[in-house]
Nanobody, 117 residues
Framework: QVQLVESGGGLVQPGGSLRLSCTAS??????????MTWHRQAPGKQRELVAT???????DYGAFVQGRFSISSDTAKSTVYLQMNSLKPEDTAVYYC?????????WGQGTQVTVSS
């Protein structure tokens, strides 16, 4: 069974940066790949979409990102990244990656990001 392993979370001060990684245990970045996304969920809030990268490279971001984050992928490494800059306390959440590779959808276990001084 395919597993997604996330890493890169942690504690960072406001204005700092983190790069999250999500690596698949098997190569699911082939011709059936549709899209890769990052989501986040803060305590007491609903999970929200942070960023999307389609198989053709098209990217899209939640309105709250405001140019601070960048999603990318490395198919050779079966990894999707989320570079986060200018982090704010309100970015504190558990971040999850999701990969849609037809006909299956995979979720990572989540990585905690805490932005605090």
């Amino acid at each position: 069974q395919v597993q997604l392993v996330e890493s890169g979370g942690g504690l960072v001060q406001p204005g700092g940066s983190l790069r999250l990684s999500c690596t698949a245990s098997e190569n699911i970045f082939g011709r059936n790949l549709i899209r890769m996304t990052w989501h986040r969920q803060a305590p007491g809030k609903q999970r929200e979409l942070v960023a999307t990268i389609n198989a053709d490279g098209f990217t899209d971001y939640g309105a709250f990102v405001q140019g601070r984050f960048s999603i990318s992928s490395d198919t050779a490494k079966s990894t999707v990244y989320l570079q986060m800059n200018s982090l704010k306390p309100e970015d504190t959440a558990v971040y999850y990656c999701n990969i849609l590779s037809s006909p299956y959808e995979y979720w990572g276990q989540g990585t905690q990001v805490t932005v605090s001084s």
